[in-house]
């Protein structure tokens, strides 16, 4: 602490051309100088942006997105041990609060007839309870519409449809509701309870899926989406983490049907609903166009492929990124990160993929017929045979067979460029020493495919050969691409360019 | 950081590039924040202001590949602030149908009010400035460390004591105001220099 006031320091230090050690001497002193305190905030702006600064910033992007991602979506994401730390948060101790006491000191609290365990996950309508139903003795789902629509007409009418939805679709691959009731003004409705979380806990924990097991659960997942398009209902959320399994059998359950869309309705965006990751959206839905049952294909497609690989097929850092991608790449081939992969999957992960929802499988019936007969032949490889792949389309390649035919159309295009050089050249030089013999040669390039290279210009063709080749075999990436393409392009107009000459040489000599 | 104000034209024509890809992603994590705040200041709440967010940059998407330079710089500044003014009163409207508050409910016609409202000229002003503001408070936090932002952010947007703030954070009183006034300051600065470029 000094003696004497700094405040003559106080514009410099503010704008940081003090010396190092008058900075640090500055510091200490304003520690416990008031008045240079208030000097200091005086010059570094008016009150107005003081003012400003509280209300703009009164809200932290990062916080408040990291409190958002931390409260799980409407799924069986959240494991018991994690609840403790989610109670804490006050909105979560609001819901809490809704809960009747118990008798059982094991217990949360009731729902209606249901003693609840704990919290199982909470999405944009409603929370989702794990709890016990005494009088038949098992473990059930309950969800509550959330507290703060409860007042609100159109979200009671959506928490209604949910159950409806869900128990009008009675499919063995669709979570079954058991009741439909009220609890102190909020609507809730029960449904199964599914021992074996989800998808995307087993994805994160067990990594890739065998295929036997991708065409397993495509198939069941598939069958539970036929049955929904046939009452005309878009599920439109399909992901791993909406899928549920169940411990000790192969058995898998679509879950959530919070988003589902009635097909002939008009849209009706859940607020936020973008907020989540959306790695699964179809690219109509990314673009706000209308969606029909084909885009629960793609999402189906998605999700395939990552059960295959381990991760989503389309990655960036942001979810704009990742949006971005959804409408515009294509995925890396599935067979290229897992080898063990068939590559009739690769191709019908990438039908279901298609970009246009023309170009995918046009119904979930059809995606099962298929599945169907795979698993029979791959069960059975001995007696039933293997199924014609009648819908594998010539012009719809998988991206590793798309590589391949670019590499060789690509050394086609330098064997062709060479030969085409040296006929144009022996053609114009003979041209040029006996015109007589020349009239008597048509006028199209063909015979031009002249015998017999000298070894100099075999060693050439070679070398550039190899050196494209090497080039080819490099990692993949889309710089790497676009300069394949160029090559592509100034191949073929360097050969038209000569073709030109060629004809024009010809025509002059000849007229 | 200066890098955006006077390259933003340079940023639009590479988002135009095929290989925008890059440019995209700078572009994105700078106004990601600065959007939701705009978003967020005009009282929509944060699921929705994420909703914003995704929306503007989806629109800058679709325009970039056909934005003409016309010479005036304010010109892509002036399209994106009226861009996210409509995304935040379309999306304050779905929001009110959504949750089943008609005009009826209100008192008389307040929604047109609202609207009418931010379709005045002074709004225009009010909203420049406060993107303004928000861009150049984005752009400061990520040029200083965390530790300074929250120094600042505690003390000046949240009204703590810089005694108590200094305790939490380990720092000195005086380290403290230091890091609130040379914050505040640089934000200015960044804003004065937007202002000088219109």
Partial sequence: ?511 | MALLPDTRHSLIMRLADSDGQTAWLEFSKLYEQAIYRFARSRALQPADAEEVVQEVLMAVHRVAPSWNNTGRTGGFRTWLVTTMHRLCLTTLRKRQRVLGIDNGSLENGSLEDVAAKHDSDSDDERDWRDWAFCWAAGEVQLEILPQTWRAFWLTSVVNEPADEVAKQLNMSIGSVYAAKCRTIARIRERISTLENQS
């Avoid at chain 1, 008798?103 to 209606?112: A, K």
């Avoid at chain 1, 189906?300 to 704009?320: D, K, M, N, Q």
């Avoid at chain 1, 897992?338 to 690769?346: D, F, H, K, M, Q």
């Fill in chain 1, 1 to 511: 602490m000094s003696k004497a006031c700094l405040s003559k320091n106080t514009a410099l230090f503010l704008t940081g051309d003090l010396t190092p050690p008058e900075e640090k001497k500055f510091v200490e002193h304003l520690s416990s100088c008031a008045r240079c305190q208030d000097k200091l905030e005086t010059l570094a702006c008016d009150k107005a942006t003081w003012d400003m600064a509280k209300s703009m910033l009164e809200f932290d992007p990062e916080s408040e997105k990291a409190k958002r991602t931390k409260l799980p979506s409407n799924t069986n994401s959240v494991s018991l041990d994690q609840n403790s730390e989610f109670i804490e948060q006050s909105e979560s101790i609001a819901i809490f609060n809704l809960l009747h006491p118990t008798d059982d000191p094991r217990m949360l609290g009731r729902i209606g007839n249901y003693e609840i365990i704990g919290l199982i996950g909470r999405g944009g309508m409603g929370v989702v309870f794990k709890a016990f139903d005494q009088s038949l003795n098992r473990n059930v789902a309950v969800k509550v519409l959330e507290p703060s629509l409860a007042h609100v007409g159109a979200a009671r009418q959506r928490f209604a449809r949910e159950a409806q939805t869900m128990a009008s679709i009675s499919h063995e691959n669709v979570i079954p509701i058991f009741a439909v009731a009220e609890h102190a003004g909020l609507p809730y409705f029960v449904m199964e309870y599914a021992d074996g979380g989800t998808l995307e806990q087993r994805i994160a924990e067990e990594g890739s899926f065998s295929a036997i097991d991708v065409m397993q659960v495509g198939l069941q997942i598939s069958k539970a989406l036929d049955a929904a398009h046939r009452q005309g209902l878009v599920h439109r959320d399909i992901k791993p983490g909406n899928v549920l399994m169940y411990r000790g059998t192969s058995r898998v359950r679509v879950a959530d049907f919070g988003l589902v869309q009635v097909a002939s309705e008009a849209s009706f965006t859940r607020s936020g609903m973008l907020a989540g990751t959306p790695a699964f959206m179809s690219p109509e839905q990314i673009r706000g166009e209308v969606c029909d049952h084909r885009s629960d294909l793609f999402s189906l497609g998605t999700l395939l492929y990552t059960l295959c690989v381990g991760h989503t097929p389309f990655r960036a850092e942001t979810v704009y990124g990742v949006m971005q991608r959804i409408v515009h790449d294509t995925p890396r081939g599935v067979v290229q990160q897992n080898s063990e992969t068939p590559a009739w999957l690769e191709s019908f992960i990438a039908r279901l993929m298609s970009k246009t929802r023309e170009q995918r499988f046009q119904d979930a019936a059809t995606v099962a017929q298929i599945l169907e007969r795979e698993i029979a032949h791959h069960q059975n490889p001995g007696s039933i045979r293997e199924p014609v792949r009648e819908w594998i389309v010539d012009r719809e390649l998988t991206p590793t067979q798309n590589k391949i035919i670019r590499w060789l159309t690509a050394a086609l295009f330098v064997i062709a460029i060479a030969g085409a050089t040296y006929g144009v050249i022996k053609q114009i030089r003979f041209s040029k020493t006996d015109t007589t013999q020349h009239i008597q040669k048509p006028l199209t390039l063909a015979p031009v495919e002249i015998p017999a290279w000298n070894d100099a210009e075999i060693q050439s063709a070679q070398v550039k050969a190899a050196s494209l080749w090497a080039e080819l075999h490099q990692p993949p990436s889309d710089a790497n691409e676009n300069r394949f393409d160029q090559q592509l392009r100034s191949a073929r107009k360097r050969v038209e360019e000569l073709i030109r000459d060629y004809d024009t040489e010809f025509t002059s000599e000849r007229f």
